[in-house]
């Protein structure tokens, strides 16, 4: 069965009857993992702006609302969403559109996380019907009201396990004049960390540190303060090699390829590996050893894609990472095991008990276990 609710009380009035769990669905297009839940709950039908006040900064969307609405109403007023977060549609060959509650609620964030934060960090407020069929309100419409950011924070990257977000309040900023990236070519992945470490090290506020081939170092700013601290940056990167620029659109191009993972869209098996970047080469070497795969590397070396053509390389990965402090995830995959990485006991503790605070009855995409 599928319940399509087009407004908050008929969302809240359908799950406080329902009687069995159901999958939470936006757009449809972050299909990872597995969920055991037969039915559907459809959020796309409770859509639309709510509020926009581009002097306060400040953007209220229900839901469902289609990220590229929001992008063009943000666009129009020469604003944007920071935290630039991610679309999976090419990469995971899912169809649909895109919408901001599924963004928050995987907190998707993308290569300028290093600079700015992440989506939950851009969260305000939040609108939520929980699994007793209760409307909850938690945090504000403008950037001064702190009142329930923690909660607001759970919600961004808890994958619809606490709740199903009506709305969602954040915080936006303005577009930049220009951007450039700068390309420098490496010999492996310990150099390319110690390269974008030297670059996020500098005070040239750069805004994107990736390695797909290349290391790309990404610079935003007005048109004058950009060339400046692109010749700087030069300079900083002159022990490493050849530096190539790339400018504005083309650049702007770039990063979103980047940012949407597109060079791995044909690969069956892909892994989402975070950790401390100084240990991702660490990691990167035993995993060669053991399995072959691609990589690319984002977040100055904190965030590694790993395309494979085996399912083995995600066990490896899973278990490396509880041993060392950090998070993998099956992107692509059979999904006959979990997607996420199984919480360590501590965590496994805090998560159960704000699932039985928020749904005691397990209602909301049951047995995927997440860590957001």
């Given at each position: 069965m599928k319940?399509?609710?087009?407004?908050?009380?008929?969302?809240?009035?359908?799950?406080?009857?329902l009687q069995a769990p159901v999958k939470l669905q936006g757009g449809g297009t972050r299909a990872i993992g597995h969920s055991i839940a037969q039915d559907v709950l459809d959020m796309s039908g409770i859509s639309g702006v709510v509020d926009y006040e581009p002097g306060a900064l400040t953007l209220v969307a229900k839901a469902g609302t289609p990220m590229a609405e929001i992008e063009a109403l943000l666009a129009?007023?020469?604003?944007?969403?920071?935290?630039?977060?991610?679309?999976?549609?090419?990469?995971?060959?899912?169809?649909?559109?895109?919408?901001?509650?599924?963004?928050?609620?995987?907190?998707?964030?993308?290569?300028?996380?290093?600079?700015?934060?992440?989506?939950?960090?851009?969260?305000?407020?939040?609108?939520?019907?929980?699994?007793?069929?209760?409307?909850?309100?938690?945090?504000?419409?403008?950037?001064?009201?702190?009142?329930?950011?923690?909660?607001?924070?759970?919600?961004?990257?808890s994958w619809g396990t606490l709740g199903a977000?009506?709305?969602?309040?954040l915080k936006v900023m303005p577009c930049p004049e220009t951007e450039a990236t700068l390309a420098l070519h490496v010999a492996d992945a310990p150099v390319a960390v110690e390269a974008m470490s030297a670059a996020l090290?500098?005070?040239?506020?750069?805004?994107?540190?990736?390695?797909?081939?290349?290391?790309?170092?990404?610079?935003?700013?007005?048109?004058?303060?950009?060339?400046?601290?692109?010749?700087?940056?030069?300079?900083?990167?002159?022990?490493?090699?050849?530096?190539?620029?790339?400018?504005?659109?083309?650049?702007?191009?770039l990063w979103r390829g980047l940012r949407d993972v597109t060079a791995f869209a044909d690969h069956a098996f892909l892994t989402r590996v975070s950790l401390r970047p100084t240990d991702m080469p660490r990691f990167l070497a035993p995993a060669q050893a053991e399995h072959r795969f691609e990589t690319q590397l984002d977040w100055a070396g904190g965030l590694a894609w790993l395309a494979s053509d085996k399912e083995s390389l995600a066990d490896f990965a899973q278990s490396y990472c509880a041993a060392h402090g950090g998070h993998a995830t099956r992107v692509k995959g059979s999904f006959e095991r979990c997607a996420f990485q199984p919480e360590a006991a501590g965590v496994a503790r805090?998560?159960?008990?704000?699932?039985?605070?928020?749904?005691?009855?397990?209602?909301?995409?049951?047995a995927l276990m997440v860590r957001g």
């Open positions: 319940f399509t609710p087009k407004t908050e009380a008929e969302l809240a009035e359908i799950v406080a009857g129009a007023e020469k604003q944007r969403l920071s935290f630039e977060p991610m679309d999976h549609r090419t990469l995971l060959g899912t169809q649909g559109a895109p919408t901001i509650g599924g963004a928050v609620a995987a907190n998707v964030s993308g290569p300028r996380r290093i600079s700015v934060g992440a989506c939950r960090d851009f969260a305000l407020g939040v609108r939520f019907v929980d699994g007793m069929g209760r409307v909850l309100k938690n945090g504000g419409r403008v950037v001064k009201n702190v009142t329930g950011y923690d909660l607001v924070k759970l919600m961004a990257g977000m009506s709305e969602v309040s090290g500098s005070p040239y506020e750069v805004t994107g540190a990736a390695q797909n081939g290349p290391v790309y170092l990404r610079i935003e700013g007005f048109a004058p303060s950009v060339a400046y601290r692109l010749n700087a940056l030069e300079t900083v990167l002159a022990r490493f090699g050849a530096v190539e620029r790339i400018e504005a659109e083309a650049s702007a191009l805090l998560s159960h008990g704000l699932r039985q605070r928020f749904d005691p009855k397990g209602l909301f995409n049951p």
